[in-house]
């Protein structure tokens, strides 16, 4: 098969866990940059890496990239690329695009230039002036960068994190992609307790679950490429069996979910269901002062309401120290907190050992990461 060229994108902050996902299927990385993780495969890629990434946005295929200081070499190099070979008589291919530090500044005008040499292009291999574009879709992307277009055709559709499981979310949910960062981020695995304490609509003990039970995030959903016939038939469903034959139905995982909102703890409930990840959480509507951390050696992760979620001021610092409190009375356990308040160490009454800069949509954040000892051998297995 011949090899191609893919990216996967990412929230800034999170191309070095993208990258070893990468690996961890078996890819080796040619680049990584702002945002993307460069890698070649072959196409059976497509599938596998939309399936089983769990902290990427998405999987595009890159058609080329080239210097563009006018509309002309725009318009030029992009009708020289191979779109025929991708897209079908009746594929339909809408435009999207971005500019940063370019000449060429206007999106509108460069998307409609980028179509309009992708229909010439199509022009030449069908023999037709009007494409009906009712078929499968095959989004493609401008992006231009200090002069340089990047064209991309996005494997994925809609975003990763859309994993499937989720029908009811709290206000201002947490995206799947940063909760399966955050507890990649974090040293849990299957043989320590896990606990979120905020849990809100479940997604992070979800996605620990998926992890713990080798679950490949994408298994419960669609995605563009599933409907491309350049794409040999077979790749998929070779794929979707790999993934399910790849589940660990008898990992012994603890993960223990709570918040203090009843009507969350359901919804979260619903959601694990779905998952498949139901018998792996312990739910409970408990207020957090009511938390227990009897054993030793385990980790909490949690992403606690701010912003919308519960107001701004004494409330919030209120919930901070109480966590810090409650958390910092177990030497044994690690502690992994998502926040955007600057002087969140001061008030939980620790500085971390970690601080990392994250985005969480739009919102700036920190992940503070405070590492308990090293557990014996046997709670690491």
Known sequence: MPMLELIATATFGLEAVVKRELMHIGYTPQSVSDGKVTFEADERAIPRANLWLRSADRVLLKMGEFPAGSFDD?????????????????GSFPVTGKSIKSKLSSVPTC???VKKAVVENLKRRYRMERFPETG????????????TATLTIDTSGTALHKRGYRHGAVEAPLKETLAAAMIELS????????VDPLCGSGTIPIEAAMIGRNIAPGSGRRFAAESWP?????????ARMEAYQSIDQEARVRIIASDIDSGAVRRACENARQAGVGGCIEFSATPLHRIEMKEDFGVVITNPPYGERIGEGTEVKKLYRQMGRIFRANLTWSVYILSPEERFEKLYGAKADRKRKLFNGS???NYYQF??????THVLR
């Not at 590492?371 to 014996?376: K, L, T």
């Open 371 to 376: 590492y308990g000892p090293r557990p014996p």
């Open 363 to 365: 919102i700036k954040v």
């Open 74 to 90: 725009l318009f030029e190099h992009t009708r020289a690329l191979p779109w025929s070979e991708w897209i079908p008589l009746d």
């Open 230 to 238: 350049s794409l040999t038939q077979g790749s998929w469903k070779e």
């Open 111 to 113: 998307q409609a230039i």
């Open 136 to 147: 499968p879709s095959f989004p493609i992307q401008v992006a231009l960068l200090n002069d």
């Open 187 to 194: 040293y849990w695995n299957r043989g320590r307790v896990l």
